[in-house]
C-alpha cells in the first residue's frame, strides 16, 4: 500500500489477555518504530528496528511487551497478560530517511 | 537524557491570528529537530525540520528556527487557517549511528481556530 497499515484499528481486550498488533511499513522503509500514545502523555517510544541490526528494546515498559519484525518487513508488537494500564493507542512509522518518520493510523488498545 | 517541552494547550485562535507554539529541548548531543502534526482522524505527519543550529524549516506557511543559544525550535504561523487545527507535536532525534535515529516527541499542543 501506500502508507503505513495497521491492523486491528481498535481491540477491546479483557485483563488478563494477549493481544497482538500489526504493522505493515511502506515498502523499502529500512525503519520500523513502535510508539504508545496515552491521552496527556504524548508519544512513548518502545521499540525500534533498524534493517538487519538488533533492535533497540530500550522502550518497551515490561517483560509482558515484545515485538518482532519478519523479513524486514512486517512487525508484530505482543502484549502478554494485558492489563488496564496498557490502554492506549500504539502507534507504528516506518522511515527511510532519519528523522523522517511516516505514521500509521494506529490500534486503539482497551482493557477492560 | 533526551527531553522535549512544548507548551501546553489547548491553543484556541481566531482564523488569520498569528501562531506560536513554544518548544524547548535537552540533549546531550546534536540532535535534528521536527515539528510533527496530527490532523483530527489521521496518523502523524511530518510537518517540517532542522538538521543543524540556524537553519529554519518551512512548509505550509509554518516555520522553526533552529536556536542552539536558547535550544529552542519554536514553531510560527503568520495567518492561521481553519484547517491547521490540529495537534503538533515537537520533537529531537537521537543520533546512535548512521541511519539510526530515535525520536523523543513532546507531548503535543492541540490548536483550534475558530472562523
Known amino acids: 500500500g501506500a502508507g503505513v497499515s495497521q491492523s486491528p484499528s481498535n481491540k477491546v481486550t479483557e485483563k488478563g489477555k494477549d493481544v497482538e498488533l500489526r504493522c505493515d511499513p511502506i515498502s523499502g522503509h529500512t525503519a520500523l518504530y513502535w510508539y504508545r500514545q496515552s491521552l496527556g502523555q504524548g508519544l512513548e517510544f518502545l521499540i525500534y528496528?533498524?534493517?538487519?541490526?538488533?533492535?533497540?528494546k530500550s522502550g518497551l515498559p515490561s517483560d509482558r511487551f515484545s515485538a518482532e519484525r519478519t523479513g524486514g518487513s512486517v512487525s508484530t508488537l505482543t502484549i502478554q497478560r494485558t492489563q488496564q494500564e496498557d490502554s492506549a493507542v500504539y502507534l507504528c512509522a516506518s522511515s527511510f530517511v532519519a528523522g523522517e518518520l511516516f505514521f500509521g493510523e494506529g490500534s486503539r488498545l482497551t482493557v477492560l | 537524557g533526551n527531553s522535549v517541552t512544548q507548551m501546553e494547550g489547548p491553543v484556541t485562535l481566531s482564523e488569520e491570528a498569528f501562531l506560536t507554539i513554544n518548544c524547548t529541548y535537552t540533549a546531550t548531543g546534536y540532535p535534528s529537530l521536527f515539528w510533527y502534526v496530527q490532523y483530527p482522524g489521521e496518523g502523524l505527519q511530518l510537518l517540517l525540520k532542522?538538521?543543524?543550529?540556524?537553519d529554519k524549516g518551512s512548509n505550509k506557511g509554518f516555520e522553526a528556527t533552529y536556536r542552539k543559544e536558547t535550544t529552542s525550535f519554536h514553531l510560527e504561523k503568520g495567518s492561521v487557517q481553519v484547517s491547521d487545527s490540529a495537534v503538533y507535536f515537537c520533537a529531537l532525534s537521537d543520533p546512535r549511528g548512521a541511519g539510526s535515529y530515535q525520536l523523543t516527541f513532546g507531548k503535543g499542543t492541540k490548536l483550534s481556530v475558530i472562523p
Open positions: 528496528f533498524q534493517g538487519n541490526s538488533a533492535p533497540d
Open positions: 532542522a538538521t543543524k543550529a540556524d
